[in-house]
């Protein structure tokens, strides 16, 4: 079995910054892609920022420059580094990885870290 753990989120005024970690554990193959998706109240999910296993990136276009995804493949790991943050920001922040276990390769979801940006 897989788990993504998520950490990271809080309260944080306008113009913070705030660093998310999802942990990937469990019966792991190997990973390929690992992203950042997000939902605000009343809003569909919608991609923040992903990385490949070889380090290609991409981001939504709302945080390009503001927002850094990253990954350390060794712990299973994603980051994704927020700074300049603004209340549009505001919103779940779910992690999720395309994890191959055996010989099946799966889409898994963590359980979501609140972010709140607000004075």
């Known amino acids: 079995q897989v788990q993504l753990v998520e950490s990271g989120g809080g309260l944080v005024q306008p113009g913070g910054s705030l660093r998310l970690s999802c942990a990937a554990s469990g019966s792991i193959f190997s990973i390929n892609v690992m992203g950042w998706y997000r939902q605000a109240p009343g809003k569909q999910r919608e991609l923040v920022a992903v990385?490949?296993?070889?380090?290609?990136?991409n981001y939504a276009d709302s945080v390009k420059g503001r927002f850094t995804i990253s990954r350390d493949n060794a712990k299973n790991t994603v980051y994704l580094q927020m700074n300049s943050l603004k209340p549009e920001d505001t919103a779940v922040y779910y992690c999720n990885a395309h994890i191959r276990v055996g010989v099946s390769l799966d889409d898994y979801w963590g359980q979501g870290t609140q972010v709140t940006v607000s004075s």
């Open positions: 990385v490949t296993s070889g380090g290609t990136t």
